[in-house]
């Protein structure tokens, strides 16, 4: 069984600030990693997905995450966060076989003006 | 356009009045699932399904019921709603492990 722990369940930062958002995750086998992003009042859609290969992952929209086996973390980074950013991001591992998705609690990013 | 869509979007209903949520997807995809998000709670898998006729139990899969007769639709049924299932709930569909959200139903039992 997978499980994934998100630090903080908030993080206020300032606009163009740098954010990082914490994910560990624990698993008995090799697993994907995934981050989803919910804007208020919308479902949730991907942001960025390490499945092999390049344990750097970046999004479209300036977001990246690196993968750390040794210390099986997925944290989420952006060196220049903008008011739009806004949003709960959600940290989630598969596992191998047949499971579903097991995700965090959610981290709430808050951008100050 | 790929999708998963949901209906309805939000109810509210009163305790034991039996509802459905429908799901479906139009990407062909074997795996469906349905998730419920609770604040501080994240989301929690409520049931999946691997493919037709074939279903199984999430983490939190009382008081649902599911069934996947037809490889595109998977309604989420509540025989007898009750207050505690008030919550927010999301169909998924997947791919290779990345989940494709619907953009999720709001339920509110009274």
């Known amino acids: 069984a997978q499980s994934v722990t998100q630090l903080d369940s908030q993080v206020p930062v300032f606009e163009e600030a740098p954010v990082e958002l914490r994910c560990n995750y624990s698993s008995s086998v090799s697993v994907y990693l995934f981050w989803y992003v919910q804007y208020p009042n919308q479902g949730l859609q991907l942001l960025l997905k390490y499945l092999s290969g390049s344990t750097l992952v970046e999004s479209i929209n300036g977001f990246e995450a690196e993968f750390n086996k040794s210390q099986t973390s997925f944290h989420l980074r952006k060196p220049s966060v903008h008011i739009s950013d806004t949003a709960e991001y959600f940290c989630?591992?598969?596992?191998?076989?047949?499971?579903?998705?097991?995700f965090g609690k959610g981290t709430h990013l808050i951008i100050q003006p | 356009e790929a999708q998963v869509t949901q209906n309805p979007r939000y109810l509210i209903t009163v305790t034991g009045k039996k509802l459905t949520v429908t799901c479906s997807q139009n990407?062909?995809?074997?795996?469906m699932s349905w998730y419920r998000q609770d604040p501080g709670l994240g989301l929690r898998q409520i049931y999946y399904?691997?493919?037709?006729?074939?279903?199984d139990k999430g983490d939190v899969p009382e008081g649902y019921k599911v069934s996947r007769k037809e490889k595109r639709n998977f309604p989420l049924i509540l025989e007898s709603p009750s207050p505690n299932q008030t919550s927010l709930y999301f169909c998924?569909?997947?791919?290779?492990?990345?989940?494709?959200f619907g953009e999720g139903s709001r339920l509110t039992v009274l």
């Open positions: 990407m062909n995809h074997e795996y």
């Open positions: 399904s691997m493919n037709v006729e074939v279903t």
């Open positions: 989630a591992v598969k596992g191998g076989g047949a499971d579903g998705l097991t």
């Open positions: 998924a569909s997947s791919q290779l492990g990345e989940l494709f």
